[in-house]
């Protein structure tokens, strides 16, 4: 809101008005007001919900210092969701298609959180919300952004070509300087794409539309070509939320392995929506997802202003009004920029939390089925707990996870120039 304002000043000259047109500028208000709401609201709501004895309520799991954790607020997610939207409304441009996504990734989600945090916690249920639903809430979510990355006319990528003068058309974008009339000229030309960023290689660009034509016979016109890229989105969205709720068992855990994450895909949607580094670095040029940068950044300051209440020891949980929508947004914002094949990597933390859980109970069944008992891999699960079985304090586990979870942000940073 305040962009358009200032964007109308700025045709009277209003001094300082034309910073608004900076992305930078903007993003470093909206990261320092995300933190300012994070702080000032985090204190009442947490409050509030002490009032309303809303608090967690805690399973024997015979973990050192559990019991200590009971009656802690939970649902403290509200915040980390405030932090975001304010900041989000008052600095970026609302008619961005891509921010309208992440705008619609946060209150989707945290609305199923919100509702399994409310059985939980209201209905006295500690199953929550059962487990179909939240199925159906993220693949609902994976058909929006699928579909509307199909439908909508500002989602493109921008392909560069070289062309004789005499072709270029109107909707092509010259990227030099014509100097002679006979020669070829570099020019830029905004189109649909399923193409993605596939790490480590050279010719680093997978084709959705190719392999559901080669494998699964769709044609490569018209929708045929979409389904296979929305069936990925469905998948991307449905694992790394998950992975984030496996991830909330420790004090500051996911919280900020997720603000790790999320300066990661800030730095990659700053250099793949602007047209000189996407340039240098030979990736895909993303037509305003620039503008992305102001969103990432309040999550950034959303999820750092959230840590000061949930570090050790915590006053608030997020539940999982918080770690739903915090998965959602890092698999929605890298499907959006087209990172998502580097997710297991950024992610990692998220992916070993999730294979922990299912390694652990695949061979639980199995064992039981062979040997009439069941046996563990692990100590307890996920994996953070199996540490926690071995003695490790807890501020030592999540230390070390946001140690390699920073390991791998950087090793992800890399791909862009390792091939």
Request: hydrophobic share 50%; charged share 15%.
């Amino acid at each position: 809101m305040l962009y358009y304002l200032f964007e109308y000043l700025d045709k009277f000259d209003f001094p300082g008005a034309g910073l608004f047109q900076f992305i930078t500028f903007r993003a470093l208000l909206a990261i320092i007001t995300s933190l300012v709401v994070a702080l000032y609201f985090g204190k009442k709501i947490i409050r509030f919900l002490q009032r309303k004895q809303i608090g967690e309520e805690i399973r024997d799991l015979d973990l050192e210092g559990q019991y200590s954790k009971k009656g802690t607020p939970t649902m403290g997610g509200i915040i980390i969701l405030l932090s975001i939207l304010i900041p989000t409304l008052l600095f970026a441009r609302l008619e961005n298609v891509y921010v309208i996504l992440m705008i619609i990734t946060t209150i989707w989600l945290g609305i199923v959180g919100f509702m399994d945090d409310y059985i939980k916690v209201f209905k006295k249920n500690k199953k929550g919300l059962a487990g179909k639903f939240k199925i159906i809430g993220q693949v609902g979510l994976g058909l929006i952004v699928g579909l509307t990355l199909y439908i909508s006319d500002d989602a493109v990528v921008r392909e560069q070509t070289k062309i004789p003068v005499s072709e270029i058309t109107e909707d092509m974008i010259i990227m030099e300087e014509i100097c002679d009339q006979n020669l070829e000229v570099t020019v830029g030309k905004d189109v649909k794409s399923t193409t993605t960023t596939i790490p480590f290689l050279k010719n680093n660009e997978l084709d959705y539309a190719a392999i559901a034509e080669s494998i699964l016979g769709f044609s490569n016109r018209g929708w045929g070509r979409w389904v296979l890229f929305v069936l990925m989105s469905i998948v991307v969205i449905t694992a790394v939320s998950n992975g984030a709720n496996l991830t909330d068992g420790l004090d500051g855990l996911a919280t900020g392995t997720s603000a790790i994450i999320g300066a990661t895909l800030g730095i990659l949607a700053y250099v793949s929506g602007n047209v000189f580094f996407a340039d240098y670095l030979n990736i895909m040029y993303l037509p305003n997802t620039g503008e992305l940068v102001i969103f990432m950044a309040t999550f950034i300051g959303a999820t750092i202003g959230f840590l000061w209440y949930n570090s050790y020891p915590a006053q608030v949980f997020m539940g999982d009004t918080g770690s739903l929508a915090l998965g959602g947004i890092i698999a929605v914002f890298a499907i959006i920029i087209k990172k998502e094949l580097l997710i297991p990597i950024l992610c990692g933390i998220f992916l070993v939390e999730s294979l922990s859980v299912m390694m652990q109970v695949s061979y639980f069944k199995y064992t039981k089925r062979k040997y009439g008992e069941g046996r563990r891999i692990f100590k307890m699960s996920p994996l953070h707990h199996h540490y926690q079985k071995l003695g490790y304090t807890e501020p030592k586990i999540v230390t070390r996870f946001w140690i390699v979870g920073i390991a791998l942000a950087v090793l992800t940073i890399i791909t862009l120039k390792i091939r």
